[in-house]
């Protein structure tokens, strides 16, 4: 009983970390008030042609998955509790300023202004989160996983709601959420310390490329964000081809989201208790698995598709957190932002391979084919995880 006792203890998080998780939950909430809507927002309510909405769009997301490494660096040698409070503010003031003006130029200095904030923001709550000693670490992580799903099912509900009393609501209110949770985390900056970085850039930089296994792993992990941007491309088109109705395609979302926070209440101990290498490679088998079993049903009914996002969600909930602990284990304490800034870039590649490939293959391909691809590509990641879990070497 003591062993326990002493056990729940060490994994006990304190009040500041409690607060960061609470604070992305609430932020997560504000983002997913607006993200849904934004392209609707943008064409039917500002009348913005096809490319500007594609521009705006591709702004925030280039701005929001490049900029890490850069801004994680920043933190490493300034202050990461900084970086926390101003990736904050700047997302306040981008979703404030989308409401503001119809002007093209204006809305897509705001839409950067979102993503310059993620690029703040992302790489400094890991790197505190990293800089927990090992078991409150690996609560953090996982609880961070919660909070981001868990926020994802309640924004887009708060976002309905509002949008259906003033289509600018949204946005202002997602940009008042930022604005009160800057003033928090301001309010607690002084607990939110890492290991100040001494080194030049170049050593930073030298330091990195140096780490093989790190950089093997960013490079595998470019074909997990591959498929799993399928999640937002292939899965709603083949919804929409299945049921012909716009209307469930948001099926397959609260499927996604509240499966995701049940899910990791079972998975939280397999994920505390594993190394995170293995949790990858796991989450990954049945991410490959979820796109294979897709076309087995031929004219696949509603529910075959949203069971397999469910296996879908069960890979995601376990390689999502496995992979920010694997990272936390590289950076030994030092270099933490510039560590999870570098790996964001995975998410660049990736990403963007995943859009176009998946709106090619999906158009393209048949009814099968697509997700063969997408599986095997899931199970090739799975394999090269084990590889290089049976490589320790650095």
Not at 133 to 139: A, L, N, S
């Amino acid at each position: 009983m003591e062993a326990h006792a002493t056990e729940r203890q060490q994994e006990r998080l304190g009040t500041p970390v409690r607060v960061l998780l609470a604070a992305t939950f609430l932020m997560n909430v504000g983002s997913f008030a607006v993200v849904p809507f934004l392209a609707v927002y943008l064409t039917h309510t500002l009348h913005l042609s096809a490319w500007q909405v594609g521009s705006v769009l591709t702004v925030q997301l280039l701005c929001a998955r490049l900029l890490p490494l850069a801004t994680g660096m920043v933190g490493d040698r300034l202050s990461h509790s900084r970086n926390l409070v101003t990736g904050v503010l700047l997302r306040g003031l981008g979703f404030v300023g989308l409401a503001q003006s119809g002007w093209f130029g204006w809305v897509f200095a705001a839409s950067a202004f979102v993503g310059i904030g993620s690029a703040w923001y992302d790489p400094s709550v890991s790197a505190v989160f990293a800089g927990q000693p090992e078991r409150q670490r690996k609560r953090a992580f996982t609880l961070y996983n919660q909070a981001l799903n868990a926020g994802a099912v309640l924004g887009p509900l708060a976002g309905a709601a509002l949008i259906a009393v003033d289509p600018t609501l949204p946005f202002y209110w997602g940009g008042v959420v930022f604005f009160v949770m800057a003033a928090l985390l301001w309010y607690y900056r002084r607990h939110y310390r890492t290991v100040r970085t001494e080194k030049r850039v170049r050593d930073s930089m030298s330091r990195l490329w140096a780490d093989r296994r790190f950089v093997r792993f960013t490079c595998i992990m470019v074909l997990f964000w591959a498929v799993y941007t399928q999640l937002s491309v292939s899965f709603p088109l083949e919804m929409m081809r299945i049921s012909g109705e716009e209307r469930w395609v948001s099926a397959l979302f609260v499927v996604n989201g509240t499966s995701g926070v049940a899910l990791m209440f079972l998975l939280r101990r397999f994920i505390e208790r594993r190394p995170p290498l293995q949790v990858v490679r796991t989450g990954l088998w049945w991410l490959g698995l979820s796109f294979c079993l897709v076309p087995l049903v031929p004219g696949a009914p509603l529910v075959w598709l949203l069971f397999c996002m469910l296996l879908f969600t069960l890979g995601e909930t376990m390689v999502l957190p496995g992979s920010d602990l694997a990272i936390a284990e590289c950076t030994e304490g030092e270099d933490a932002g510039a560590y999870f800034g570098m790996y964001k870039l995975s998410w660049a590649a990736g990403g963007t391979v995943g859009n176009y490939a998946g709106a090619w293959l999906m158009n393209q391909g048949g009814e099968v084919w697509p997700w063969m691809v997408y599986g095997a590509a899931g199970f090739c990641a799975c394999v090269l995880i084990g590889r290089l879990e049976r490589n320790p070497a650095r």
